[in-house]
């Protein structure tokens, strides 16, 4: 699933290795010309790194919430992201909302969902929405627009507990076109078509919680390709806990290559090793909802509510770990996809030239290629984000016919100057490389880009992007 290249004063060269061939696309390659067919570099929008940032409480508000919920930050980390919720109204730049109608049950929507100038506000009701004077349940819950890797994720709730019946989660997991039970806000399907977000990236979950009311929480993992759930820390109460759902408290998980660990008010209470998951890594969106589960025991109780006083997400550097998500083109989501449509990765231009294929890789069970019966333009990308300012290296395997207008590996968004390595001709698997890459405002774009003639192509597989310092 790895191979690699690297240049040396913008000179390319093939050195012979014994099973493939080595090329490195050094420091500082030399200028390129302008590319006179379609401009394909796609300038992707800085996300706001916090929003909504909340005013300084004052020294007896701090004192007493800082009491109720201490939380404790790994070292090494640095907030790359938060919103404070401290807004009158939602920032639908960063959030969508989940919307289902119907949905477990009841209804998903965004109706159900608030700000009141201190905190996010999902409701739980019981309310007649079709019409028919019949009372019917209601929730709500906001999925992020921008996709997060490894980190250190924190929030701040107060669950409903005044009756059963509702489910609130804080959790994360990567989102499709034609997911079920949350895909009815249209500006899903409009960033998928703008490049925005990869058409299927549902491959992995991970629970920080999930809260069943009045007094139940799970926490764990689901392999969205197996629709299995890997590691669960059984359902608890929040006496098992040592807490009261009903109360602020801090909930958090620090997720890295080796391990992912769930923290409550700064106490670890479960651990999966990673090393052994056999999951496939990619960058996620992050959710927080509060949906029917049960009827409820006491319908006086309702509306109620849960409450969230900030999202804050985390990084630091996670040194040689790839942080390209499904760079082997093996991972298998849980809903079918379409043979152009690889899992995590982001088509633009001809999509229907650029397909996943069986019969010739590197690595692994499947590879890219770029193609087409007649002339084509296709690019193949990830949009990194909120990714630690450094030094990286990109590298992956590939084999080209040759004689393409344009056949090339690139990075650019990452706040300096574009590199690109342009791929020649080359039968069997070769490693290339882009060394020394500067990533100086946190977020980066991986891509593959063929302009090409009819039935010239280019293989692609086991993409690493990884930091060096």
């Not at 919680?209 to 799970?218: I, K, L, T, V």
Request: aromatic share 12%.
């Amino acid at each position: 699933m790895k191979i690699g290249l690297t240049a040396s004063a913008g000179l390319c060269a093939i050195v012979a290795v014994t099973a493939y061939a080595a090329i490195t696309l050094g420091d500082a390659p030399a200028p390129q010309p302008a590319i006179t067919p379609p401009v394909i570099a796609a300038v992707i929008p800085s996300p706001v790194a916090t929003t909504n940032i909340r005013p300084a409480a004052s020294a007896a508000t701090a004192s007493s919430e800082a009491a109720a919920a201490p939380a404790s930050v790994p070292a090494g980390y640095t907030l790359a992201y938060a919103d404070e919720f401290n807004a009158a109204a939602l920032n639908t730049n960063d959030w969508y909302y989940r919307i289902a109608e119907p949905y477990a049950g009841g209804y998903v929507r965004s109706q159900n969902v608030s700000l009141d100038g201190a905190s996010l506000r999902l409701k739980f009701g019981y309310e007649d929405v079709t019409g028919d004077n019949i009372p019917d349940y209601t929730g709500g819950g906001i999925m992020s627009r921008n996709n997060f890797g490894y980190g250190y994720y924190e929030i701040r709730a107060r669950l409903f507990n005044g009756t059963s019946g509702l489910h609130s989660s804080f959790w994360s997991m990567g989102i499709r076109r034609d997911i079920g039970g949350a895909g009815g806000d249209p500006r899903i399907d409009q960033d998928i078509d703008a490049g925005l977000q990869p058409e299927q990236n549902q491959l992995y979950e991970i629970d920080a919680f999930e809260h069943d009311s009045p007094d139940r929480m799970g926490i764990g993992d689901f392999k969205q390709s197996t629709a299995t759930t890997a590691h669960r820390l059984p359902y608890s109460s929040g006496a098992t806990l040592g807490i009261n759902f009903g109360d602020w408290n801090v909930y958090a998980f620090d997720y890295t290559p080796a391990s992912t660990k769930f923290y409550i008010n700064g106490v670890l209470k479960f651990t999966i090793d990673n090393s052994t998951n056999g999951y496939v890594f990619t960058p996620q969106t992050f959710w927080l909802t509060a949906i029917r589960t049960a009827n409820a025991g006491n319908t006086a109780a309702l509306p109620g509510y849960s409450e969230f006083d900030y999202f804050r997400y985390y990084n630091r550097p996670q040194i040689g770990a790839n942080l390209v998500g499904n760079g082997s083109f093996d991972a298998t989501p849980v809903s079918t996809f379409a043979l152009w449509n690889p899992p995590a990765w982001i088509e633009n231009y001809d999509k229907a030239a650029s397909y996943l294929v069986t019969d010739d890789f590197s690595n692994g069970t499947r590879s890219l290629i770029q193609t087409a019966a007649a002339n084509f333009t296709v690019t193949t990308k990830q949009n990194l984000k909120f990714i630690p300012n450094g030094t990286y290296r990109l590298t992956a395997r590939v084999k080209s016919s040759g004689g393409q207008s344009q056949a090339a590996m690139r990075v650019l968004n990452s706040g300096v100057a574009e590199r690109k390595f342009d791929i020649p001709a080359t039968a069997s698997w070769t490693l290339i490389t882009i060394d020394n890459i500067a990533v100086t405002n946190g977020k980066a774009t991986v891509a593959f880009t063929s302009i090409g003639a009819a039935n010239q192509w280019l293989k692609i597989d086991d993409v690493q992007f990884v930091q060096l310092s």
